[in-house]
């Protein structure tokens, strides 16, 4: 226990119950005059609060699976895409030199 009444470190002590009765006593007469630990305490029982509401689960939209599933269906259909035409003109063209090469190579026609 800290033996400063006007440290922080006292009042948490107190807020969290780790005082003997009779420290608690000293710490609640001590509030009473003292404006800079009343204010103290104040912001420490805030933090407390707000921190034990924290870690609540918050409430989901009932929109969020649809437009889970939407998305995920135009990213699956975007990866099963067949390969753009482009690609598949510069491979027949590909065949299409090879195989003149070829015709000329062995003396055919061309």
Known sequence: MTEDPHSPLRLQEALDGRLTPEGRLAVAEHVLVCERCRRTLHALRWTRVRLAGAGAALPT????E????????????????PAPPQVAAAGARSRSFWRRWLAWWSGGPD
Request: without cysteine.
């Open 66 to 81: 649809r437009d889970l599933r939407q998305a995920l269906n135009i990213q699956a259909s975007e990866v099963a895409r």
């Open 61 to 64: 939209p009932d929109h969020l």
